[in-house]
């Protein structure tokens, strides 16, 4: 069983059931988790060549996940050998005002990767769901209908050459308190300190009753979403690495033909 089957959802989700901890493609050697992640990035960066290359067809890879889950960590260890070039990491903050008076989707779809293209979205369209819900600034139907804007939206980018990649990086409770209290404790990331997290702490158990709603209301083929353990950072990291080496594998990708007239033409 490959990667992409071991970690697709299983629906309907239930986080309860699913250990954070958990390290389904390797044991507790954390070296061999590195030095295998090491070599799928080297993959990745070499199909990325191709991808360019080719020039038709797009890839979004989507990380979320509870604060400390590692969406920052994963960006670093997995695609830091990719060519600057056709990469792109596009991180969501709260709306603006000027993207308040728009729909919800209108500052996502300005975003999405262009062709040749790797984005990664390091958060999504789903916080818009995710916080409001929590907050209770929208209500179950509006969550609903937000669900199917987004299998729509999804559909229509797959459907115009988009690969996307969805994953939830799923951290425990008590793995992220721990993650909190060492950025705490050190002056040096104390620049990674935002004192809300403490407080959205607090709705830990509804965010996780959220994400499981959304990953089964949104998970499709077209737009699958896999679930990350992320208690141990190198399997994290090992994880998502396997499954979009995997995808990438899979695109069949290949370099356009060449250009007959180019051997005859001589470099003086």
């Known amino acids: 069983m490959n990667a992409q089957q071991l970690l697709r959802a299983k629906l309907p989700l239930k986080l309860k059931e699913t250990a954070a901890n958990d390290k389904p493609l390797s044991g507790d050697d954390k070296a061999a988790d590195l030095s295998r992640t090491a070599e799928l990035a080297e993959q990745i960066s070499a199909w990325q060549d191709i991808f360019y290359a080719e020039d038709r067809r797009k890839l979004l890879v989507i990380l979320q996940g509870m604060d400390t889950s590692g969406k920052d960590g994963t960006v670093r260890g997995v695609f830091h050998r990719l060519d600057p070039l056709g990469v792109r990491t596009v991180s969501f903050?709260?709306?603006?005002?000027?993207?308040?008076?728009?729909?919800?989707?209108?500052?996502?779809?300005?975003?999405?990767?262009?062709?040749?293209?790797?984005?990664?979205?390091?958060?999504?369209?789903?916080?818009?769901?995710?916080?409001?819900?929590?907050?209770?600034?929208?209500?179950?139907?509006?969550?609903?209908?937000?669900?199917?804007?987004?299998?729509?939206?999804?559909?229509?980018?797959?459907?115009?050459?988009?690969?996307?990649?969805?994953?939830?990086?799923?951290i425990s409770r008590d793995e992220q308190k721990q993650r909190l209290a060492e950025r705490l404790a050190d002056p040096e990331k104390h620049w990674k300190v935002d004192l809300n997290d403490l407080e959205e702490r607090k709705y830990w158990d509804d965010y996780q009753n959220l994400y499981e709603k959304a990953i089964t209301e949104t998970d499709t083929d077209d737009a699958p979403w896999y679930v990350i353990p992320a208690d141990s950072k190198s399997h994290r990291n090992l994880a998502i690495a396997s499954v979009v080496a995997e995808t990438m594998q899979g695109m069949k990708l290949a370099y356009p033909p060449p250009n007959p007239d180019y051997f005859k033409v001589q470099v003086k």
């Open 93 to 170: 903050k709260s709306p603006s005002v000027t993207e308040r008076a728009h729909d919800y989707l209108w500052r996502v779809h300005r975003e999405v990767p262009a062709q040749r293209e790797l984005v990664i979205f390091n958060r999504s369209h789903y916080e818009d769901v995710l916080y409001p819900a929590v907050h209770g600034q929208i209500d179950a139907r509006e969550c609903k209908r937000r669900y199917q804007h987004i299998k729509e939206f999804e559909r229509m980018l797959s459907e115009t050459g988009t690969v996307l990649l969805k994953f939830f990086l799923h």
